[in-house]
């Protein structure tokens, strides 16, 4: 079966600037945690206010506060969300200077992007 590639529908609908906080993981020196480095990456994609449809995947304690859906294009690793298995910091989405965390990452890269489910964080 032959896959369509969606990148260029994405590029051209509604794209806008947003930025991913990426965090490495932190370690214990001398007994005393300490935080690893973040580093903040410039994006353009199509954000929107998630639906019905993008909230059943979300956990259900993050249900309650605005979640957005993220559409992004051109990104091999654009969102990363909390993963015991392999190691990973869940991304934070900064848009309209509000912080949302990822809780869930769709990679559809094979059809030319990549969808994330970001919940919003006060304390972010």
């Not at 007994?31 to 994609?45: A, C, H, I, P, T």
């Not at 969102?79 to 769709?106: G, L, M, P, Q």
Request: one cysteine or more; glycine letters at 6%.
């Amino acid at each position: 079966m032959t896959l369509i590639d969606m990148s260029d529908v994405v590029s051209d609908f509604n794209t806008q600037p947003y930025k991913v906080h990426r965090s490495t993981a932190g370690s214990y020196t001398e007994g005393e945690f300490v935080s690893g480095s973040v580093n903040v990456l410039d994006r353009m994609g199509n954000v929107q206010i998630a639906t019905g449809k993008d909230l059943n995947v979300v956990p259900e304690n993050s249900r309650s506060t605005e979640n957005i859906t993220v559409i992004s294009n051109g990104f091999l690793d654009d969102f990363y969300s909390d993963s015991e298995e392999n190691e990973t910091i869940a991304d934070v989405v900064e848009w309209n200077s509000k912080k949302y965390k990822v809780v869930h990452v769709d990679n559809w890269s094979t059809n030319g992007f990549w969808q994330c489910v970001a919940a919003y964080d006060p304390k972010l």
